[in-house]
């Protein structure tokens, strides 16, 4: 698969390359907006690592992801990571949020779980985002469980199943393993919860529960 890394700053990218090298990733450097841009817009599909480290290089990936967003999935790094700005990016349409200096195995799992359509973030920030939601709920008011009863009342009685298994944070091979079906399977399953309750991933899908 090609990576492409973009960071105004040269030791980063260098660190990401050698991090990098050590997978069987192709990866191609930019350190300039307009050349990312001019390259992103001559492609079909780009998994982009964007690194934080300007103050206005925020402010250029939201451009680039209102441009192009049907072009990315994007992975960005930042220094000092923060769940706010993590929540604000994800607004932005971005596929991954975690600290620059990840170590090797999880940048390259982080990738391949972007790459399938997923979200990565740290558990930091899907615990800040979650209680975020449950406040909001209760000063909205309390779902009772009958309505959450009646949302999920649209899945199959295994569709339901297997949600409420990805809500307990389980994968989807050992979802598999344990319903003695394939991974395939699983993922079929899934594109249809995510169809049916009008949700894009995991997270929204935790979120509903």
Excluded: C
């Excluded at 698969?1 to 050698?18: A, C, D, G, P, Q």
């Excluded at 992801?65 to 994007?74: G, P, S």
């Excluded at 079929?188 to 509903?208: F, G, P, V």
Aim: glycine content about 4%; proline content about 1%; overall charge neutral.
């Amino acid at each position: 698969m090609n990576i492409i890394v973009f960071s105004k700053n040269k030791e980063i990218i260098k660190h990401l390359n050698e991090a990098l090298s050590l997978s069987d990733y192709t990866v191609q450097s930019f350190t300039s907006e307009e050349l990312l841009s001019t390259f992103i817009g001559s492609e079909t599909l780009v998994n982009l690592i964007y690194h934080l480290g300007q103050a206005d290089d925020e402010e250029v990936l939201q451009s680039l992801q209102l441009t192009f967003r049907d072009k990315l999935n994007t992975l960005v790094l930042s220094n000092t990571p923060h769940p706010e700005q993590g929540i604000r990016l994800l607004g932005y349409n971005i596929r991954g949020y975690a600290n620059t200096f990840l170590e090797h195995d999880k940048l390259i799992t982080a990738l391949s779980v972007i790459q399938q359509g997923e979200i990565w973030a740290g558990a930091s920030l899907i615990q800040h985002m979650l209680h975020t939601v449950t406040q909001k709920n209760q000063r909205i008011t309390k779902p009772s469980e009958k309505n959450q009863d009646d949302f999920f009342a649209q899945l199959t009685a295994r569709e339901q199943e297997i949600a409420k298994k990805v809500h307990l944070g389980k994968q989807n091979k050992i979802i598999a393993d344990e319903l003695s079906i394939t991974e395939r399977t699983v993922k079929a399953h899934l594109s249809t919860i995510y169809k049916k309750l009008n949700i894009k991933n995991r997270l929204e899908l935790s979120l509903k529960f």
